[in-house]
């Protein structure tokens, strides 16, 4: 993966738009690492969340949302109550879900699940894959 820092890529839409969702200043992160630190889903992650803070920061706007990482965070704000910057991570996961489920991609079906499949799966997995036709 290569990053080429510039202004267009540190004022991008994308970055924009990540701060329009979550409300906050990203660039307010100087990478001191105690998020990812004190993450509970860290072991599960590809990259770290403080990783997937910086690709946002840079611009990258595929790597970013093509993370697993965004959609492990768990909210649990550890993060935010380790973050010396006041930086809210949390939000800015939820930010880079919106954003994806915005696109209304399907990852699961939920119409060409059988009952069977539907009843092993948590409701709240049902819940969340609807939730992107509601708004």
Not at 27 to 44: D, F, H, M
Not at 49 to 55: G, N
Not at 65 to 85: D, F
Request: aromatic share 4%; hydrophobic share 40%.
């Amino acid at each position: 993966m290569e990053a080429r820092l510039s202004h267009a890529t540190i004022h991008s839409d994308f970055v924009k738009k990540v701060e329009e969702l979550s409300g906050q200043d990203l660039l307010a992160c100087y990478q001191c690492g105690k998020c990812s630190a004190g993450c509970p889903i860290v072991e599960e992650a590809e990259i770290l969340p403080s990783q997937v803070l910086r690709l946002v920061q840079l611009g990258q706007r595929d790597d970013a949302l093509h993370s697993k990482t965004i959609w492990l965070c768990a909210s649990c704000y550890t993060c935010v109550s380790r973050c010396p910057r006041g930086v809210d991570l949390s939000k800015i996961m939820e930010a880079l879900r919106q954003i994806v489920l915005r696109k209304n991609l399907d990852h699961v079906k939920v119409s060409e699940l059988s009952r069977k499949e539907m009843a092993k799966l948590p409701p709240i997995a049902l819940i969340s894959n609807f939730r992107k036709f509601t708004g």
